[in-house]
């Protein structure tokens, strides 16, 4: 059973910065893709960022230029600095993970980020 955690979730003002970590129990090089995801209450868990297996970085439109995706492999973790934050951003952030086999998918139990004006 593959274990995901996500920490460095807290609260912010505006303009600041956190960087989230997802610690996996498994070597992140046997997973496809690795993803943060951010929910609101009132809106769909979104996309904000991912990093392929190659190390090949995706940003969600809102997330380019300010958020940084990366990984340390020796640690089985993958990093979401984010910086210049603002109210939107917002969220329980989510770590989901995909293996390259269908339904090898896994996720976190989530990290609270709460960013005020």
């Known amino acids: 059973q593959v274990q995901l955690v996500e920490s460095g979730g807290g609260d912010v003002l505006a303009g600041g910065s956190l960087r989230l970590s997802c610690a996996s129990s498994?070597?992140?090089?046997?997973?496809?893709?690795i993803n943060w995801y951010q929910q609101t209450p009132t809106k769909q868990r979104k996309l904000v960022a991912g990093?392929?297996?190659?190390?090949?970085?995706n940003y969600a439109d809102s997330a380019k230029g300010r958020f940084t995706v990366s990984r340390d492999t020796s640690k089985k973790t993958v990093y979401l600095q984010m910086d210049s934050l603002t109210p939107d951003d917002t969220g329980v952030y989510y770590c989901?993970?995909?293996?390259?086999?269908?339904?090898?998918?896994?996720w976190g139990p989530g990290t609270q980020v709460t960013v005020s004006s």
């Open positions: 990093i392929s297996n190659l190390g090949i970085t």
């Open positions: 989901n993970a995909n293996g390259f086999n269908d339904g090898d998918t896994h």
């Open positions: 498994r070597n992140i090089f046997t997973f496809n893709t």
